[in-house]
């Protein structure tokens, strides 16, 4: 789980693939790591091991701030009255506070 958090996390999750420790794992596309994590599994050659972990809730989102402002923390920084592309999700509490808000 998580490849795409840090080069030592996804190292140590290719291995564990590699070994038949795990049998899959899930890139988080949003994590800081990500382009690491995609070489390393390309290089390993295994692209069919590795699925999506879609995020809603840590981290920065893939999409324009605007595009998905209801996800995003209220103190995230600010540009023209608009959202920066900056923005940082609410965090996993966060997130289901806004959902039962109806945000």
């Given at each position: 789980d998580d490849l795409g958090i840090s080069?030592?996390?996804n190292t140590g999750i290719i291995l564990a693939?590699?070994?038949g420790a795990v049998t899959a794992?899930?890139?988080l596309a949003n994590g800081p790591a990500v382009q690491?994590?995609?070489r390393l599994v390309c290089a390993a050659?295994?692209?069919?091991r590795v699925?999506?972990?879609l995020n809603l809730s840590e981290g920065v989102p893939l999409l324009p701030a605007h595009r998905v402002a209801s996800l995003l923390s209220p103190d995230s920084t600010q540009?023209?009255?608009v959202k920066a592309c900056v923005g940082r999700f609410r965090g996993a509490r966060g997130f289901r506070v806004a959902?039962?808000?109806g945000a």
């Open positions: 080069h030592s996390r693939l590699r070994e794992a899930s890139i690491h994590a995609i050659r295994l692209q069919d699925g999506l972990h540009h023209s009255g959902c039962r808000a």
